[in-house]
């Protein structure tokens, strides 16, 4: 299990705290939860890449390290590492801050996922160049 002294120096893309209704009986809380925040952080930099509208077209692969808690406060970094012709590849890190006690930083999960940019219509469209 990897403990962090701190979270990440960079500026996360959402953060969000874990509630009782998003977890089992047993107090995880359902990686589809997590997930569906996963897409929407790696949304963030894909949509500023792409400068308006953009959909995911796949989940290239998510790490589910660790359990998540109720009650941790979750960080989602998310970067472009790739820029096609119509697509954006992101990477997605999730850290979970615990026991605000004695706090732990704990990296929870990690994904990847493909945005393509999409016109007003709907249709794809070319990533902006700079």
Do not use: C
């Not at 500026?11 to 925040?37: C, E, H, T």
């Not at 820029?83 to 732990?104: H, K, L, Q, W």
């Amino acid at each position: 299990m990897e403990h962090l002294a701190e979270l990440p120096e960079k500026q996360p893309a959402l953060r969000v705290m874990a509630f009782p209704k998003d977890a089992n009986p047993a107090g995880d809380v359902f990686g589809g939860w997590i997930m569906s925040y996963i897409d929407v952080a790696g949304s963030i930099p894909a949509v500023r890449t792409a400068r308006g509208r953009v959909v995911t077209v796949a989940v290239n692969s998510v790490q589910l390290h660790q359990a998540v808690s109720v009650g941790d406060l979750l960080s989602f970094y998310a970067e472009v590492s790739r820029v096609g012709r119509t697509s954006m590849t992101v990477d997605v890190e999730v850290y979970a801050e615990r026991n605000p006690f004695n706090p732990i930083v704990v990296k929870v999960t990690e994904a990847q996922l493909t945005y393509v940019a999409l016109d007003e219509h709907g249709n794809k469209r070319e990533v902006p160049r700079d």
